[in-house]
């Protein structure tokens, strides 16, 4: 059984910092396109970042967050930086096999999402 289990999320001030984890069980991150994307209330689901061989950044956040992997810890992490009340949504990991597809908003693996709240 496949799970990603998001965590790191939380209530912080504008202009701060947050780092979120996902943690995988059932596969191996490393041979799979990894992403981070949100969901505010009353929006659809954003893409955010995304990684390969090489990363790419919804221009909402680029400069602001960056996607990084710790392959022998089977975890991917978003590195928030200068946050917004904007940035407050559930933010959620995926994984697929195919980057084109990830980064259009499918994903294979979803986890759970986990809340990150700005307040200004």
């Known amino acids: 059984q496949v799970q990603l289990v998001e965590s790191g999320g939380g209530l912080v001030q504008t202009g701060t910092s947050l780092r979120l984890s996902c943690t995988a069980s059932?596969?191996?991150?490393?041979?799979?396109?990894v992403g981070w994307f949100r969901q505010a209330i009353g929006k659809e689901r954003e893409f955010i970042a995304a990684?390969?061989?090489?990363?790419d950044y919804a221009d909402s956040v680029k400069g602001r967050f960056t996607i990084s992997r710790d392959n022998a810890k089977n975890t991917i992490y978003l590195e928030m930086s200068s946050l917004k009340p904007e940035d407050t949504a559930v933010y959620y990991c995926?994984?697929?096999?195919?980057?084109?597809?990830?980064?259009?908003?499918?994903?294979?693996?979803w986890g759970q999402g986990t809340q990150v709240t700005v307040s200004s």
């Open positions: 995926a994984a697929d096999s195919r980057y084109r597809d990830l980064i259009q908003n499918e994903g294979d693996y």
């Open positions: 990684s390969l061989y090489s990363t």
């Open positions: 059932g596969i191996r991150l490393v041979n799979y396109a």
